[in-house]
């Protein structure tokens, strides 16, 4: 059974920073383009970026361009959004999703449960 595991939210003060980590088990990591979203109470969950198998390519929504940071560590398994700058309007509770890139598993989806993220003074 495939497993995603998002750690490292919290509380932090706007203009703050926190890393994100997603911890991935029984599956080939290299296998997969890796992403974070968001969800904020009961909008329609948003992507936050996206890396690629080989971690050559990323792609950040415009709202935070700039500020984040997408990265993975293949020995690891894990995957981390830095989060810098952090604004109110970046609250949620951010998954982190997995997609089968390779012959065998392409298109095969897995989420992790999330972490919440609270922006606020």
């Known amino acids: 059974q495939v497993q995603l595991v998002e750690s490292g939210g919290g509380l932090v003060q706007p203009g703050g920073s926190l890393r994100l980590s997603c911890a991935a088990s029984?599956?080939?990591?290299?296998?997969?383009?890796m992403s974070w979203y968001r969800q904020i109470s009961e909008k329609e969950r948003e992507l936050v970026a996206t890396i690629s198998t080989t971690g050559g390519s990323t792609n950040y929504a415009d709202s935070v361009k700039g500020r984040f940071t997408i990265s993975t560590d293949n020995a690891k398994k894990t995957m981390y959004l830095q989060m810098n700058s952090l604004k109110p309007e970046d609250t949620a509770v951010y998954y982190c999703?997995?997609?089968?890139?390779?012959?065998?598993?392409?298109?095969?989806?897995?989420w992790g449960k999330g972490t919440l993220v609270t922006v606020s003074s």
């Open positions: 029984r599956f080939t990591f290299s296998d997969y383009d």
């Open positions: 999703k997995a997609r089968g890139a390779a012959q065998y598993n392409y298109g095969m989806t897995y």
